[in-house]
């Protein structure tokens, strides 16, 4: 019996003993030492990425962490190696080479791009599991945001004459959800719904009879960057990145100051001064090989008169998906793809926020929680500690 029981004693000590270890740290550029945001934190098991702020938290049991970001050196280390109090992690640009300026013809890469369009982007409808952050200004102050973590089931990506985005294109399931608000009774800004949201991030094409197109490379990539302006130097500039093999959108970024009247109702008078939007996609590990959304986000400045006091909105959309195939969801949690996204009620989940890394709070949005915890207004909030 005393032989037994030693040898079961040396069995539990021989058993391997996971430990899971959590880094926490900011990614900036190394020559601006500006933060990086939508940077890729991964390894073979987990994932994160970078907010705004440039910041992460990364919780993983294994050692290798690597840092990604299109346009950037990759690095590739071990969490040992970089663990510290204050880890400030810098990625590298690369440079793209400016070659020549391209002619609007039907030949040229932009046109190609558009063309890949109908072979790289499923035409046929598909599942993703999406995170959606949702920031609300007003006059430069927090007062609205929400986390939605779901599932969206497209007809199809982009609109295209042969395959439409039709007014039933998307049904959108909720798993997960939380927000906090300060309930302002003069004025209600409306969000938008997941229709018009979606629709949004995937209006990327212009007239390129208007614009002005300057093509330069990245061969270490095989990347070409078409960067373009108005010809009037007024309106919308930005750029595309495209795989030089075979002309596939990677990543799109344009900004635009609008000139357009006011819309007046009631005793409110409104318009959108700003617009931006980047979106970048990435190839599905699959049979198919389709292209689809990696990440995007749209922000918008609105100034409004309410009684004849001015009142600036600015509103940010970030949305992300997971690579991960879709398995069997709850589709007893659908909601309408119209309402305001901040009209969804959904229960708090507390054991998915605490292990959520999707995207770490700013000190910003931090901040704003413990100014609702204390303030005396009247508020609307599900996050829990």
């Known amino acids: 019996m005393k032989n037994k029981t030693l040898l079961f004693s040396l069995c539990i000590l021989t058993l391997p003993i996971f430990s899971q270890k959590k880094i926490t740290g900011t990614v900036v550029d190394k020559n601006t030492n500006e933060p990086i945001e939508f940077v890729d934190v991964f390894n073979g098991s987990d994932y994160t990425m970078t907010n705004e702020e440039g910041k992460f938290d990364f919780i993983t049991k294994n050692d290798s962490i690597t840092f990604n970001f299109l346009g950037y050196k990759k690095i590739k280390t071990t969490i040992n190696q970089l663990n510290s109090d204050s880890l400030v992690v810098y990625l590298e640009p690369k440079t793209f080479d400016l070659n020549e300026v391209v ?128 010809k009037t130097n007024i309106g919308t500039n930005g750029y595309y990145i495209l795989n030089s093999d075979d002309y596939s959108l990677n990543k799109v970024h344009y900004k635009d100051s609008i000139k357009q009247d006011y819309t007046i109702k009631k005793n409110i008078k409104y318009k959108t001064i700003y617009n931006e939007l980047l979106v970048t996609f990435y190839k599905k590990e699959t049979a198919t090989g389709k292209y689809r959304i990696d990440n995007a986000k749209l922000k918008y400045t609105v100034e409004c008169y309410y009684k004849n006091t001015p009142i600036s909105y600015d509103v940010t959309y970030i949305y992300k998906t997971n690579k991960d195939p879709v398995q069997n969801f709850d589709k007893k949690n659908k909601v309408s793809d119209r309402r305001d996204i901040f009209k969804i009620k959904h229960p708090f989940n507390k054991n998915y926020w605490s292990k959520n890394q999707q995207l770490k709070l700013t000190t910003e949005m931090l901040d704003f929680l413990k100014e609702l915890e204390n303030s005396t207004s009247k508020t609307i909030t599900n996050f829990k500690n």
Do not use: W
């Open 103 to 230: 002619v609007s013809n039907k030949n040229t890469a932009f046109h190609k791009m558009v063309k890949t369009i109908k072979n790289d982007f499923s035409p046929n409808d598909f599942d993703e599991e999406f995170f959606l952050r949702t920031i609300l200004k007003r006059n430069d102050s927090i007062i609205k945001i929400q986390d939605l973590n779901g599932i969206i089931n497209r007809k199809v990506l982009f609109s295209t004459t042969e395959n439409p985005i039709t007014k039933k294109n998307y049904k959108v399931y909720i798993n997960h959800m939380r927000k906090a608000a300060y309930d302002k009774d003069d004025v209600y800004f409306k969000l938008l719904g997941f229709n018009e949201l979606l629709t949004n991030l995937v209006r990327v094409a212009i007239s390129t009879n208007d614009f002005i197109i300057n093509k330069s490379f990245l061969k270490e990539d095989s990347l070409i960057k078409l960067c373009f302006k108005p």
